[in-house]
């Protein structure tokens, strides 16, 4: 406070940036675009910005069901495998049983909500851990899938099928955007997240039970509710991350899940949003995201082993997470 | 170590138990995974034919493709509920060969379908497909059909260190004409012609991602090799949305495959004979808990080559002795 | 009689064996600092927890402005207009200073759309924020800082202008200057003292005796679960009132022109 006019210009144009918890991870984000592009001319084009956004868009739109959760200190291990489910409710009963498309897709929807509320009512209740919460739930969604459809991938061949929609190519003025729709949904759903995490007031209590649950619940926050609420709305995003798989992939894929977990919480990790819940924005979930389809594109182009990218993303979470502890350490001192 | 050994030894017990008294044998499949469908049809065929030579019937699995603890303890557990015989499909081909000595140090007789173990002598005896000659066979169809075009070759192989990835991928390029490749060659060759590989660990999912970044680093791709049925149909999605069209080679021979063919997604397929591989584990199983007679060596359990259009000089099948040879539904 | 506000009579509550609460009773004037002192185990913050909703006494009653009250949680005794500090700074560090005075109280958005979307309106907050720290003179330039880039001092003066700003009746302070700096304590007094000017009247419960001395208009005395006495702090030394907090003297003993 000795000279308070200079620091708090200095302070005020900080003030103003968006979150300094998302600079790092668009460096790195842009960093590693401005590599690749000068290793391999089909790099830095359109098509392939398109393509590696849409090869990312499932894991991403899962990951937000993950941000949320993160931010309030939780973590879900099940989301991949509720995923898996829901494409096979939404396939199999379409393509097996010849129940309309939209009904199945409503049906997927609602197990996979369905599988969100469980997990919540198991944290909130009986307040048991959602780390083992979510790894129970995570074993039971996948017998379920694996007995319920003998592991046979279903391929929805109806062209016109609703769950086919995310599929549809966008062009405007000459460019096509490979699964356009796909990815317009996505960045919909991040902008829209962003905005009702900063500007409702269940996105505010959502950080606030995050950051210090006992100051949230002394200031008359309803903190179960809303862990309640978190996980059941993470659960039907993965319903529409189903669907988004679905219109990617064209099939029900009873072999999808085992990896997205780790998959969404390297993108939320990689973004910057902390482990130990209340910091992070949603927006740097979709950087990160992309940074490992980026290092994926780029490695394949440059002919690298795929051992390669796997050995890089590992590096970048954890610089990305002692960034993190040692942030959390800064500011508790 | 002890508790095995100790398992081990009534697992021994056990085995000399049945063997004396003539209770109906029993005999375990331990497949890599439940899902797949390949396995499924095994396991269902050693299980039809179990029951037809009155002989007792379990089964295990791992959880996914390279879960060698799971399997693993699926070994362990059988032994100690008394199998003669274990029929195993190796996810781990070097990891899961101690376990398989201790059963066998048990009195049980171990045989690998479908995928050898390393060293393959580990087993008494290994019932599979030659994958090289799978590989071999859509490689000569591929050099055949595309004969005095220039090749850009995608292979769109399993996973790092598979033997049968291995044998296919350098199958296939062998047969393309590759004379510096044969079944001994080690590790995943290569050639001037290929331009991208990719792991796709056998999944529709990952084969088309693959084969979508195959396409950026080189959009004149023509020929794409696959390591099964599921990686083709993705190589095909990719390859539709980019509005692109190349040859593409698989091995397995599933009906969803064989139909693939028929509609032209897949030129060609190696069929192999999972029915046939677990057949013939079952019956020996039941001969080694009749007369103490292992089963020795490798039984090629046969390769057919499935085309839409025959090609001059080369000896394929069409897609109706396909389906009516397939597995899976 | 002074105008008594906040008035409990015969508190009892017991964890098992251990009787924390022994029939005590308690009365709040108005307008007035309050300090409750007493031993470790004398049932001081028992009390406290009592009086704010935190825990449900087994027995006895609760009077605010003469009707009788039962708080089941700090949410309810919230509605009835008693604010409660915690000794452990309850702020969420990461938020704002804005958000941590309305969390859970938002001030949303006009319109039918805001309301059901609960949509906040940050301008508004940030004015009101401003308004009412500068009101309780605390100064803190920006308050669309993160709570944990205050010093100790500031972030209690927050959460002292968080519960000033929403009660209708009482303030109630835990320890509010311990883990502070004499500069910084003083300077929560002083906001202590500003809540009072602002017309509430406040309870503060602390273990540091100068700090209870300087500010308090009456002591109450907790010892073995009851209330010893209620003293005047401008008529009893500070040596006297820990020689009745720690038993050394009797509460028969005292002046009655001592007592308050």
Partial sequence: MSNPTARSETKNWLEKLPSVSVLGPLMALLLSIAFFATQHPNFFTLTNSALITSQVMVVAVLAIGQTLIILTAGIDLSCGMVMALSTMVMTKMAVDFGLPAPLTLLLGLLVSTGFGFLNGLLITVLKLPPFIVTLGTLNIAFAIMQIYTQAQTITVSDENSILLFFKQDISFAGITIGYGAGIALTLFLFTLGSWALSNTAPGRHLYAVGNNPEAARLTGIPTQRVLLLVYTLAGFIYGIAGWLSISRYGIGNPNAGSTENLDTITAVVLGGTSLFGGRGLLIGTIIGALISGVFRSGLTLMGARAEVQILITGILVIVAVAVDQLSKGKNSR | MRKIAVLAAVGAATVCLALAQGKSPIIGLITKTESNPFFVKMKEGASKEAARLGAKFISAAGKQDGDNAGQVAAIENMVAAGAQTILITPSDSKAIVPAIKKAQAAGVQVIALDSPTEPADAVDALYATDNFKAGVLIGEYAAAQLKGKTLKIAMLDLFPGHPVGIARHNGFLAGLGADNIDADTPDLASTPQVVCSQDTFGDQAKGQTAMENCLQKNPDINVVYTINEPAAAGAFQALKAAKKTAAIFSVDGGCEGVRNVDKGVIVATSQQYPLKMAALGVAAGVKYAKTGVKAKGYVDTGVTLIAKKALAGIGSKDVKFGLANCWGN | ?260
Wanted: no cysteine; charged share 25%.
């Fill in chain 3, 1 to 260: 009689m002074e105008n008594i506000i906040f008035e409990a009579r015969g508190l009892v509550k017991r964890y098992g064996q251990v009787t924390a609460l022994d029939g005590t009773d308690f009365s709040l004037r108005a307008g007035e600092i309050l300090a409750v002192i007493g031993d470790n185990g004398a049932g001081k913050s028992s009390l406290i927890k009592a009086l704010s909703g935190a825990t449900i006494p087994d027995s006895g009653d609760i009077f605010l402005d003469g009707k009788p009250v039962k708080f089941r949680s700090p949410i309810d005794a919230r509605h009835h207009g008693i604010e409660t500090v915690y000794q452990d700074l309850a702020v969420a560090p990461a938020m704002t200073i804005a958000e941590n005075l309305f969390l859970g109280r938002e001030i949303l958005r006009p319109g039918l759309l805001a309301k059901l979307f609960r949509v906040i309106d940050h301008k508004k907050m940030l004015e009101e924020a401003t308004q009412h720290m500068q009101g309780l003179k605390i100064g803190i330039r920006s308050m669309s800082q993160a709570v944990e880039t205050l010093s100790g001092g500031q972030r209690q003066g927050v959460a002292v202008a968080r519960s000033a700003a929403f009660a209708q009746h009482v303030v109630i302070m835990d320890e509010p200057t311990a883990a502070l700096g004499v500069k910084e304590g003083n300077m929560v007094l002083d906001l202590i003292r500003r809540v009072r000017e602002n017309g509430l009247p406040v309870i503060i419960i602390s273990h540091n005796m100068p700090h209870v001395f300087e500010i308090a208009d009456r002591i109450h005395i907790q010892r073995l679960g009851k209330r010893a006495a209620v003293v005047d702090p401008k008529k009893l030394s500070m040596s006297d009132t820990v020689a009745i907090m720690t038993g050394a003297m009797r509460t028969e003993d005292i002046p009655t022109e001592m007592l308050a």
